[in-house]
Structure formats: C-alpha cells, structure tokens
C-alpha cells in the first residue's frame, strides 16, 4: 500500500495517519530485517564425528583427519548452501566430499567435469573420483556451492572453485538421487589433511 501525502498540512500536527505510520514501520522493519538475514548465514552442525575433527562454534577444525563427518548441516531452513574449504596442509594427495544421511555417506554415483587452469592453459577431465564430489589436491581453499541436498531434487549439483597451489581448479559435480541428505562428509585418497570447514546457507 503506497502512502499518498494530503494536499495540505497543519501546522503541528502529522500529514501521516496512525494507519498509514503502522504501514511505513512495518515496511521499515521488513526492509531491515531482509538486510540483517540475507545473503549467506552460517550454518552449526548439530554434531561431527571421525577421529581428529571438532566444533570450534560453527567452524569445523580438521587435525590429521581422514574421514570426518559433518551431521544436521543441511535443513529445511536453506535451500542451497556454500562450503568455505580451508586445508592447510596434510599427508593426503587429494580430497573430496560426500553426501551423508545420519551419519552415512554415499560413496559411490558422483559423475561430473573438473578444469584446471594453470598460467594460460586450460585442462579438462572427467570428475576423477567417482566415490565423491573431487575438489582438489593438498593443500587447498577454496568454495562448494551445493543445490538442493535437504530437497527431493535429481540429481544432487554442486559446483565447486579451489586454488590449488598456484593453480585453479573448478567442478562440476551431480550425484544422482532423490535422498534428502543433512550432513556432508570428508574423504581423502590417503593419510589425513589438517584444515577448516564453514558451511553457510543462502538465505533466498
């Protein structure tokens, strides 16, 4: 409802009505309240679980990790969700995440095109593990944008962009699936990587 000013006012007194004041505060909340919860919104897991992963507040810190696993991340309160992946170093030669439901991951199905971009070239390759979403080599940071994992959606996409070393590698990954998954897990090729993981919600 647009507020139309009267044609004359008086001296001391409001040319806006109690009706319309209600309006333009309740549109003034509204506004303020979309700036305060929108973009992203950090998300805290309701548990971690796998040897050498804690809760740190909504961080979840890796030391010498090798399969952790991130439960309650993904609720009916987001739709889509970014991942900020931070591993500092590690004995593992690469990592990849997967999809989990109470606890269990699905290690197998992930399909996908990775490229790498070093200098002035580009390389592309097929997504090379096909027991998770490939994101790069130790060490690493990067980004996960991930579509609809709490949704009946198939397949399941995630996008990904990781420095790697001096190099940038993106993903594109699907897994395809109708679960309704909440949590996500870490997987590496072999020993363990030490690191962060924020996991944020899109509030749109």
């Known amino acids: 409802m647009a507020y139309v000013a009267p044609s004359t006012v008086t001296a001391g007194t409001s040319p806006i009505t109690a009706a319309a004041q209600n309006i333009l505060v309740n549109d003034i909340i509204d506004h303020e309240s979309r700036i305060l919860t929108g973009g992203l919104n950090i998300v805290t897991p ?20 090798s399969a952790p696993i991130i439960n309650g ?3 009916s309160t987001y739709a889509n969700y970014r991942i900020l992946v931070d591993i500092t170093s590690g004995t593992a030669g690469n990592f990849s995440l997967q999809y989990c439901l109470a606890g269990t991951p699905v ?6 095109e990775i490229w790498y971009r070093s200098g002035g070239s580009i390389a592309g390759a ?16 990067g980004s996960v944008d991930i579509f609809g994992p709490q ?15 001096g190099n940038i590698v993106d993903i594109a990954t699907n ?12 997987i590496v090729n072999t020993g363990n990587v030490t690191g962060s993981i924020t996991i944020y ?3 749109i």
């Open 46 to 65: 309701t548990s971690v679980s796998g040897s050498g992963v804690s809760l740190s507040g909504s961080r979840v810190v890796l030391t010498a990790a």
């Open 73 to 75: 991340c993904f609720t």
């Open 107 to 112: 290690i197998t199905g992930y399909t996908g």
């Open 126 to 141: 097929s997504n090379p593990s096909g027991s998770g979403l490939y994101l790069a080599s130790v060490p690493a940071v």
């Open 151 to 165: 949704s009946t959606r198939n397949p399941k996409l995630s996008v990904s962009r990781m420095l790697q070393g």
């Open 175 to 186: 897994l395809s699936v109708a679960t309704q998954f909440d949590g996500i897990g870490l």
């Open 201 to 203: 919600g899109y509030h």
